[in-house]
């Protein structure tokens, strides 16, 4: 019906509205506001490699790139696979680490990967770190010079760096040395929680450096694979990786104990530690309150009591709590188990 003269204009046809709209016409701002309601996969994946304005519109943001999560990727697939072990694959994820820490911008926070090497670890470390401010200070110093003062100007840079990594999850990496543990200890030192399970060439001495670099570490995860019997990782993981099982537990233990006194959680699975490791954590680590020692097979039940008494916030404790029938394995592959007859008794893996 007309009102004052004018004609009502005829409503668009239902959903034309909709088919005309063009993201083309979207400005960077907001394309980077779409992208950031975007999973990490459809923005690696999808939205980036669509074109090269999508693209800008993405880097433009680092707060985007501000955590590299692969990890519910490696989780869906369920079990290690064969290919993950491969150089191949190993350069594929080195290549996404260094792209989020140069995309960050120095914002990244967050980055749970596997099977990474140390020189890309390294090298996204030491991007972390962002130059903040940076200023030039100007001295004048007069130095006597015989009858004379010779005026000399000294110009020093002074700025701050803002480290933002917190969380570390670098399960699975052959590659990773101590070496490149120190350089993440040096540019990290908020570092809230680490995983470095299954990384044999990570040893106590990175443990030590961590723990005195970054002083605000409350979670610890240093689990190994399971060496009582290792038939379920022997078609994935090679056989020489497997073999190379660290040793020294109880050394690893002491260094938890002596450098992480606020750590809440610490996971050992499978961990080779003894009574005296156990007891240096339960000495050390006094705020912890999930202890995970599924697997450690050196460990009795009475240690484990003893050691669970000391820690007065303790919440959680996953015992070995694991049972192997002697008959099932034969005596000249795992000639330790006379050794375990001799020392403990007969229901030692029925903690």
């Known amino acids: 019906m007309a009102t004052g003269g004018e004609a009502d204009e005829p409503a668009a046809p239902e959903g034309e509205g909709e088919g005309e709209?063009?993201?083309?016409?979207?400005?960077?701002?907001?394309?980077?506001?779409?992208?950031?309601?975007?999973?990490?996969?459809?923005?690696?994946?999808?939205?980036?490699?669509?074109?090269?304005?999508?693209?800008?519109?993405?880097?433009?943001?680092?707060?985007?790139?501000a955590a590299l999560d692969l990890e519910p990727a490696f989780e869906a697939v369920g079990a290690d696979a064969a290919e993950w072990w491969t150089p191949a694959f190993q350069r594929r994820v080195d290549a996404m680490l260094r792209s989020a820490a140069s995309l960050a911008a120095g914002e990244l926070r967050v980055v749970r990967v596997r099977h990474c090497s140390g020189d890309a670890l390294a090298s996204a470390a030491k991007r972390i770190p962002l130059w903040r401010e940076a200023r030039l200070k100007i001295q004048t110093r007069l130095i006597p010079c015989g009858r004379m003062l010779r005026v000399t100007t000294l110009a020093t840079w002074k700025g701050n760096y803002s480290p933002q990594l917190s969380i570390l999850s670098i399960q699975s990496s052959p590659s990773v040395t101590d070496r490149s543990m120190l350089t993440v200890a040096s540019c990290c030192p908020i570092l809230t929680e680490l995983d470095i399970s299954y990384c044999y060439e990570v040893s106590y001495k990175s443990l030590e450096v961590i723990g005195q670099s970054c002083p605000n570490l409350v979670v610890l995860k240093r689990s190994i694979f399971n060496w009582l019997d290792s038939s379920e990782h022997v078609r994935t993981v090679p056989a020489e990786y497997l073999r190379a099982c660290p040793q020294d537990g109880d050394r690893e233990a002491i260094a938890i104990s002596r450098s992480m006194p606020k750590l809440k959680q610490l996971v050992l699975k499978f961990a080779k530690l003894s009574g005296v490791g156990l007891n240096s954590i339960a000495e050390g680590c006094k705020e912890l309150e999930v202890l995970d020692l599924f697997g450690c097979a050196n460990l009795t039940s009475r240690g484990i009591e003893q050691a669970a008494a000391n820690l007065?916030?303790?919440?959680?404790?996953?015992?070995?709590?694991?049972y192997i029938p002697r008959s099932a394995f034969h005596m000249e592959r795992y000639g330790h188990w006379q050794l375990y007859d001799e020392r403990f008794q007969t229901n030692v893996f029925q903690i």
């Open 21 to 65: 709209r063009d993201w083309a016409d979207l400005t960077p701002v907001c394309l980077a506001e779409a992208f950031s309601r975007l999973g990490p996969e459809d923005l690696w994946r999808g939205a980036m490699p669509c074109c090269r304005a999508w693209r800008a519109a993405a880097r433009s943001r680092p707060a985007l790139f």
């Open 312 to 322: 007065k916030n303790l919440e959680t404790l996953v015992k070995p709590n694991f």
